[in-house]
């Protein structure tokens, strides 16, 4: 199912008042077709309309838009790439899954929320510059052979996707969720 214009920008405003997102970070993307629509970078959620989204090739070539694509365009573009269940990709930077990320490589299967939506644990891909294609690379790589539908970046993020923007904003707030409750049963 494609998605339009003002389900990207409900979805990514989304993310920001759940607060996942602070500024202008994070960004979101869905498949048209043969096309992906994704947020502009370094712009804020509350300002942004349609005509500052932009539109790319599977490639990541900008097809149409007034702005520059998010700086993670090709973590999208390759997500896309690896795993064909991914018709939309939410990328946050939430607290809880950047703190689990620094104790830990993997959020196991804590709830049966995991189970259900995620469909298996969340690894955690080591650090690598946000934007780069080095990024986008390691985390095609581990999710090409995995069933998980999200992956946290060390030091970064959340990556979710799904079938639509709903499911793939509702994995990283389950990511967020599960970081959370694995935080707090930690012993200290
Ligand atoms: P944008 O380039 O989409 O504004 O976001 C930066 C970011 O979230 C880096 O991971």
């Given at each position: 199912?494609?998605?339009?214009?003002?389900?990207?920008?409900?979805?990514?405003?989304?993310?920001?008042?759940l607060g996942l997102v602070i500024?202008?970070f994070g960004?979101?993307?869905?498949?048209?077709?043969?096309?992906?629509?994704?947020?502009?970078?370094?712009?804020?959620?509350?300002?942004?309309?349609?005509?500052?989204?932009?539109?790319?090739?599977?490639?990541?070539?900008?097809?149409?838009?007034?702005?520059?694509?998010?700086?993670?365009?090709?973590?999208?573009?390759?997500?896309?790439?690896?795993?064909?269940?991914?018709?939309?990709?939410?990328?946050t930077h939430s607290t809880n899954a950047v703190t689990l990320s620094m104790l830990?490589?993997?959020?196991?299967?804590?709830?049966?929320?995991?189970?259900?939506?995620?469909?298996?644990?969340?690894?955690?891909?080591?650090?690598?510059?946000?934007?780069?294609?080095?990024?986008?690379?390691?985390?095609?790589?581990?999710?090409?052979?995995?069933?998980?539908?999200?992956?946290i970046?060390?030091r970064h993020g959340v990556?979710?996707?799904?079938?639509?923007?709903?499911?793939?904003?509702?994995?990283c707030q389950?990511v967020e969720r599960n970081a959370k409750?694995y935080l707090l049963?930690?012993?200290?």
């Amino acid at each position: 199912m494609c998605c339009t214009a003002k389900d990207l920008i409900i979805a990514a405003r989304r993310m920001a008042e759940l607060g996942l997102v602070i500024g202008s970070f994070g960004n979101a993307s869905c498949r048209q077709d043969d096309r992906i629509l994704i947020t502009p970078t370094c712009l804020d959620y509350s300002r942004m309309e349609p005509a500052d989204l932009v539109t790319l090739e599977l490639a990541g070539k900008k097809l149409a838009g007034g702005r520059e694509p998010s700086s993670e365009f090709r973590l999208h573009v390759t997500i896309y790439g690896a795993r064909p269940d991914a018709q939309a990709i939410v990328h946050t930077h939430s607290t809880n899954a950047v703190t689990l990320s620094m104790l830990t490589n993997e959020l196991p299967m804590l709830t049966e929320e995991i189970e259900a939506v995620i469909k298996g644990p969340v690894p955690v891909a080591p650090f690598v510059p946000a934007g780069t294609q080095e990024l986008a690379d390691q985390a095609a790589d581990i999710l090409q052979g995995i069933p998980s539908k999200a992956l946290i970046l060390a030091r970064h993020g959340v990556v979710g996707f799904g079938q639509s923007l709903n499911e793939a904003l509702l994995i990283c707030q389950l990511v967020e969720r599960n970081a959370k409750i694995y935080l707090l049963t930690q012993p200290r």
